[in-house]
């Protein structure tokens, strides 16, 4: 599993995206400082030219790691 973070700091909230490769998705995962996570699931299984985006909020966590093992659950 490989990652990059990218931390983006406004006025209003700390926006921090990570991005890494499970077995059969890509994930992008955006956090806001104090509210929830929004994450954007490409179904790699598909056809390579149409990827389908599942997007859903699930409760804030504190780390990276609980984050993966929610998602990789």
């Given at each position: 599993?490989?990652?990059k973070?990218?931390?983006?700091?406004?006025?209003?909230?700390?926006l921090?995206?990570?991005?890494?490769?499970?077995?059969?998705?890509?994930?992008?995962?955006?956090?806001?400082?104090?509210?929830?996570?929004?994450?954007?699931?490409?179904?790699?299984?598909?056809?390579?030219?149409?990827?389908?985006k599942?997007?859903?909020?699930?409760p804030?966590?504190?780390?990276?790691?609980?984050?993966?093992?929610?998602?990789?659950?």
């Open positions: 599993m490989s990652g973070n990218h931390v983006k700091i406004t006025k209003d909230f700390i921090m995206k990570l991005n890494f490769h499970s077995k059969n998705c890509a994930h992008s995962i955006t956090l806001f400082r104090d509210k929830a996570i929004l994450i954007n699931k490409i179904n790699m299984k598909l056809n390579k030219h149409k990827l389908s599942i997007k859903k909020i699930v804030h966590f504190k780390s990276r790691e609980q984050i993966k093992n929610k998602i990789l659950d």
